[in-house]
């Protein structure tokens, strides 16, 4: 049978649900447990794809191409295994399919209801992570607090799990803040009590309470609140500040998380082996000096909205011994006077990837920038392509160089719809999305870096390289250095000579761990260091 373990939050979000769980996976896992994660997000998106940054931050894309929610990252950076598109479930997704269902006859004439037909479906999208993978333990984060309307059903559908699989095999942990009054000096227990009260309230009694708190927690309060909300003393788990999150895994241990969490859900709980994660620590302890990179963004007031770009620089920085320090630069701004006096101190300078024109001449003046300067650059899906564009702005002559994203009257539209995606096509689901095989040159930094001639890469985006430029562009200096086998398809291109420039259409951070850092995160880092 299988194990169940769900994540629950109380009282106010950004707990840090999504890095308890992640936590949780890779402790569960150093005792030799294969563990799977998902995240069930209360909201009516069908996924997060069309959702503004600013509203949700990064859309997180795994292997098969689910557009998912950024907590996703955290949990495959954790437990270094690759999830899929039964791993994020929203409500938009639940009614979707329970009406496609209806519509189809599939109900029977039966009146369809909240329960049994929303919570089943929530039940069966939870049973298929156990049947779709050899894990022995699932992990899932619900997504929102208790209390929220939105979220009635999937706490409603979790705890009828607890009951169809039985105590032996479920477990729930409870996420709270413990408040400090500083006036006061004390901590205060209430909130969480109320939360407990609440979750209690819709069946649910929770086995272990992790509590967000900036330091150590004494006795005393541990005592309190075991108490009042019903769980062994040693259930309730401080949740402290540390100055990495890498460091959580070690941090929740010092409480025996992970030991019981074993001991609640009958499990032999095995030699915990650490080795690995605590080699990365050290690599992180031992850091010396620092390199700036520019992060050119269109989202950047929100740093969420590149998670996973800037958790591949950090990585980056780990494997060079060194700290990276990310410049967050707005692309507007460098669409004035001053755009060279901003980028002038910056070790690199990364583009990242994006959807419409707001800001794309700052990305692009970015590009000529480190081109011309050879600043150590690495352009990401769009930040390729306006590379591209530069280029051919700049070195072939083609003063209205553009993408037909942002400028369909263009002669020079060096990034275009291939022929085979002309029409009207709508916004969600329809890009090329999760990972595809590419070919990399010989000779190439690519294959420097990566160390292979063959690569698969996740992929987020609509519009592609226009063949009819490939011979123009490389025949002016700008090498093609990574196709899709057929070579069909560009992936990635270089300047011959510089420090270090590549522009990927792919999305390499998706697969950077703190432990393994992407090739083109470290080598960028390694030529930012050389400047």
Request: hydrophobic residues 35%; glycine residues 10%.
């Amino acid at each position: 049978m299988k194990k169940y373990i769900f994540v629950t939050g109380g009282v106010i979000s950004g707990l840090g649900k999504g890095i308890t769980a992640a936590a949780l996976g890779r402790l569960l896992k150093s005792r030799g447990y294969k563990v799977a994660s998902q995240k069930l997000d209360p909201y009516l998106n069908i996924d997060p794809g069309t959702m503004s940054p600013y509203q949700h931050g990064e859309v997180f894309v795994t292997e098969d191409g689910a557009e998912t929610d950024l907590d996703l990252g955290h949990y495959e950076r954790f437990i270094d295994e690759n999830l899929n598109q039964y791993s994020n479930l929203t409500t938009g997704k639940v009614y979707w399919n329970i009406l496609n269902k209806e519509r189809n006859g599939e109900y029977l004439g039966s009146t369809v209801q909240v329960i049994p037909h929303v919570t089943n479906e929530i039940k069966s999208f939870i049973y298929n992570v156990g049947k779709t993978s050899d894990a022995d333990i699932i992990i899932t984060e619900i997504g929102g607090t208790v209390g929220d309307i939105e979220s009635q059903p999937f706490l409603e559908a979790i705890r009828q799990v607890g009951i169809e699989v039985g105590r032996e095999n479920s477990l729930f942990i409870h996420v709270t803040p413990l408040l400090h009054v500083k006036s006061s000096g004390e901590y205060k227990t209430k909130p969480t009590q109320h939360s407990v009260k609440e979750l209690r309230g819709l069946g649910i009694a929770p086995n272990i309470l992790v509590l967000r708190t900036e330091g150590d927690i004494d006795e005393e309060i541990r005592e309190k609140i075991a108490m009042f909300c019903n769980v062994k003393s040693d259930c309730v788990i401080p949740n402290k500040d540390v100055p990495e999150l890498y460091y959580a895994p070690v941090m929740l241990e010092e409480s025996r998380f992970s030991e019981i969490v074993c001991r609640e859900l009958n499990m032999e709980p095995g030699v915990s082996d650490m080795h690995e994660w605590n080699e990365m620590l050290d690599r992180i302890e031992s850091r010396s000096g620092s390199v700036t990179i520019g992060l050119i963004g269109k989202y950047t007031k929100l740093h969420d909205a590149y998670l996973s770009v800037a958790e591949a620089l950090h990585h980056g920085g780990y494997e060079n011994g060194v700290n990276v320090d990310i410049r967050w630069i707005e692309a507007e701004d460098l669409e004035g006077d001053d755009a060279d006096a901003i980028l002038s101190d910056l070790d690199g300078i990364l583009v990242p990837g994006g959807f419409g024109n707001r800001g794309v001449e700052g990305k692009i003046r970015a590009a000529r920038y480190a081109r011309e300067h050879n600043i150590p650059y690495l352009g990401i899906c769009l930040g390729m392509q306006t590379a591209v564009i530069e280029y051919a702005r700049d070195v072939l002559g083609y003063e209205d160089a553009n993408s037909a994203e942002f400028n369909e009257q263009s002669a020079h539209k060096l990034i275009d719809f291939m022929p085979d995606q002309r029409g009207n096509i709508p916004k969600g689901g329809t890009m090329r999305l999760g990972a595809y095989p590419c070919s990399i040159a010989e000779g190439s930094i690519l294959e420097k870096a990566y160390g292979k001639k063959e690569i698969q890469e996740r992929h987020r985006h609509r519009y592609e390289f226009n063949n009819e430029f490939r011979e123009a562009v490389e025949a002016a200096g700008m090498r093609i250095t990574g196709t899709s086998p057929d070579g069909r398809l560009v992936e990635a291109v270089e300047i011959p000579g510089h420090p270090f420039f590549v522009g990927v259409q792919y999305h390499p951070e998706f697969k950077s761990r703190p432990n393994a850092a992407h090739p083109l995160f470290r080598e960028l880092i390694r030529a930012a260091l050389s400047e």
